[in-house]
């Protein structure tokens, strides 16, 4: 059985020396503790500050580099001369496509089916214009230096088709009949010699009636057909061949 000290009797010393000890130990223990969280917490802003000002001085190093570019790319930009004009505008390259109308110098020719009557045993169609007239009077008119042609008020282009329907002809998708009227831009003096010295022309011009004369303003008017190509698309690198002048498919005629 434990003996319990008799009232009024004091415990030893040494036992309250260890409480006071241990309970300063305790002390000293959380008072370093709550330093050391302190100065995590102290060293933690420090690198966050650090890194924040590091990020904030490349991104002013870069925000100068730029900047220096820009200036230099502005010196170089106003030292440039100034271009003369833009080479290739829209309204030139329209222009060139046929999609508006010009003027100027020229000639016409008008072939028309022949009023006289036939022969005996003459073929009725030795009478008619053909398509192959009206393209190859075209074809000689391009080649002495036309810059623009219709045929009855349709604008030769690159899509342009020619060809025989009956006694008609059809331009563009447009059926006209006869007298056809081949309208030029170009100088008219080569036109009218190669017209002239052309020996198809001289022979078709016995059976038909074929004029020609020159003019001090025409006026060709623009393509109005489809202008979106179906199946052709651009070459990879804009080469190949140049685009053919036109088409011609005699159909009954």
């Known amino acids: 059985m434990l003996s319990v000290p008799p009232r009024g009797v004091q415990a030893p010393r040494w036992t ?28 933690a802003a420090i690198q966050r500050g650090q890194t924040l000002s590091y990020l ?43 999609l508006t109308a010009v003027s100027g110098p020229g000639v016409t020719v008008a072939l028309a089916d ?22 190859h009077v075209v074809g000689i008119l391009f080649r002495a230096g036309a810059t623009a042609v219709a045929i ?24 006209s009949g006869s007298p056809f009227v081949v309208t030029a831009l170009g100088p008219p003096g080569p036109m009218l010699a190669a017209l002239a010295n052309d020996p198809d022309i001289q022979g078709w011009g016995q059976l038909v009636r074929i004029r020609y004369r020159a003019a001090t303003s025409l006026t060709v008017p623009p393509y109005r057909g489809a202008v979106a190509f179906r199946y052709a698309r651009p070459a990879a690198g804009g080469g190949g061949v140049a685009p053919e002048t036109g088409t011609a498919a005699r159909q009954g005629g």
Do not use: K
Request: aromatic share 6%.
């Open 16 to 43: 309250v020396v260890s409480l006071g000890l241990v309970a300063g130990f305790l002390a000293f223990w959380l008072v370093q503790e709550i330093r050391v969280q302190a100065l995590l917490l102290q060293t």
């Open 114 to 135: 022949s009023p006289r009557p036939t022969y005996p045993g003459e073929p009725a169609d030795y009478q008619l214009v053909h398509d192959q007239y009206v393209l």
């Open 56 to 98: 904030v001085g490349q991104a002013t190093q870069q925000t100068a580099a730029l900047q220096a570019q820009v200036d230099r790319l502005r010196r170089e930009l106003a030292a440039a001369p100034e271009p003369a004009a833009v080479p290739r505008s829209l309204a030139a390259l329209e222009a060139e496509a046929g």
């Open 152 to 175: 009855n008020g349709q604008r030769y282009v690159s899509r342009t088709a020619i060809f025989c329907a009956g006694p008609t002809i059809r331009v563009n998708g447009v059926v």
